[in-house]
């Protein structure tokens, strides 16, 4: 059975970034307002399962110290030549998101952007754990959570693990896994008493502001 690890590395198999039309590799917009509020240009950020760098270059332009953690080394690469094409600096490095591979209080910022959903319940409570670790003191988390109701249509694809965490076994997705967490869940998952705002977008996914 394809792991995670080998889910996402074929998601980035046969990607050029020399020459990938980036166009619609766009943002995600509630970094537009955590930015304004709470950063200043030249702070360290990090993107934590930064993918094809999509916010990291976001990030990157508006002069941000920009960092990315994935687990494929394949969106590693493509985050280096893209960053490289469009002569911005950042830095890049595999690992998980249980062992970021920084140092204790380094980062004004951690994004962790529609990706903590893609791991076991275990795995984004180490995740927590690490992110806190690794944010200086005053520092925020954003974190983005899919739609509670994400992949409905192909739940037959998938098989329920003890902690209801979903893991794909056929299809397209196969490898993948995806927790459909309820609002409360994320609540306990973050702690009440480290929220600083939860809201939900227009398609419904959560976006949540946390210490």
Known sequence: MKSPKQYWESC?????AATHDFSHSRPSTALIDVCQTYLKPGDRVLDLGCGGGRNAHYLAQRGY???GVDVA???V???QKRF???NLSGEFNQGSFDNIPYEDGYFAAVFCIAALDHVSLRQAQSAMREMRRVLAPGGICLLT???EDTDDDMLDDAEVL???TLRFIKGDQAGMLFRRYRDGEIRTLVGEDRLLSFQH???GARIVMCR
């Not at 980035?12 to 050029?16: P, R």
């Open 12 to 16: 980035f198999t046969g990607i050029d």
């Open 65 to 67: 110290h920009v960092y």
């Open 84 to 86: 490289a094409r469009y």
């Open 77 to 79: 690469r493509v985050c």
């Open 145 to 147: 959570f899919d739609p």
């Open 162 to 164: 003890a902690d209801g």
């Open 73 to 75: 080394e394949g969106a």
């Open 201 to 203: 977008s227009d398609d």
